[in-house]
């Protein structure tokens, strides 16, 4: 069964607008992690954040940050402030408990428009 | 260079030969992952090292695959008389640990290896 969906293939958003990337998981854990990565056209992956289950506080870095609804076992990340250097594919990952592989969603390709 | 190390970065070969691809982690970790990423998908995960422990050969989608962990650092990925099928990218990452959820260490990934079967 897919742990993690991502239902939305691709997205526009305009400069410097915000842009909320949807994520939904599947697992029975009471513990588990969340990840999302980015993948630039240049192929690497980047990481940007993470949420535990276990905390309390959405997860923040910089102009991302993790909208965590646990009863309804999403985690979107939003994107403020687009910039350019933003388009690229975003993967949301799990770890379940006592795991160590992370699973990855099918992502979601974002192109930024000046 | 202190990132993870994959060769070659691209590879074409023709069916039915053997391709092998290379990662040299982070010096440190102990925990290194191959992944496969088809073209415009997700992560598709084919095995896990963790130090000294029996690898979790678990999602290697056919008996085609291995791959060894030399030393407990570089890894071989190795594809035995390759498929068209097997054309895509595949990702080596690795972190300072294994599993458990407060393991808040995130995957660092190589820049892959595409392959290309004709």
């Known amino acids: 069964a897919q742990k993690i969906t991502q239902t939305q293939p691709g997205m526009f958003v305009q400069e410097k607008e915000a842009v909320t990337l949807d994520c939904t998981y599947d697992?029975?854990?009471?513990?588990?992690?969340l990840f999302w990565y980015k993948q630039p056209s240049s192929g690497e992956m980047i990481f940007l954040i993470y949420?535990?289950?276990?905390?309390?506080q959405n997860a923040t870095e910089g102009r991302y940050s993790l909208n965590f609804q646990k009863a309804r076992k999403s985690a979107n990340l939003v994107i403020s402030a687009s910039q350019l250097g933003d388009s690229a594919m975003y993967f949301c990952a799990m770890r379940e408990v006592n795991d160590y592989k992370l699973s990855f969603g099918a992502g979601t390709t974002v192109t930024v428009r000046a | 260079g202190a990132g993870v190390s994959q060769s070659p970065s691209n590879k074409v070969t023709e069916k039915g030969k053997d391709v092998e691809l290379r990662c040299d982690p982070i010096?440190?970790?102990?925990?290194l992952y191959w992944y496969r990423q088809s073209l415009g998908q997700g992560l598709e995960f084919l095995i896990y090292?963790?130090?000294?422990?029996?690898?979790?050969k678990s999602g290697l989608p056919s008996d085609r695959f291995s791959a060894e962990r030399t030393g407990g650092s570089v890894s071989t990925l190795t594809i035995q008389r390759t498929q068209q099928e097997d054309s895509a990218v595949y990702l080596c990452?690795?972190?300072?640990?294994?599993?458990?959820?407060?393991?808040?260490?995130?995957?660092?990934f190589g820049e892959g290896s595409r392959l290309t079967v004709l």
């Open positions: 949420q535990g289950s276990y905390d309390e």
């Open positions: 990452a690795s972190s300072l640990g294994g599993g458990g959820v407060r393991n808040t260490g995130e995957l660092f």
């Open positions: 090292f963790q130090g000294n422990s029996a690898p979790d």
């Open positions: 697992t029975s854990d009471q513990s588990y992690g």
């Open positions: 010096s440190g970790h102990t925990a």
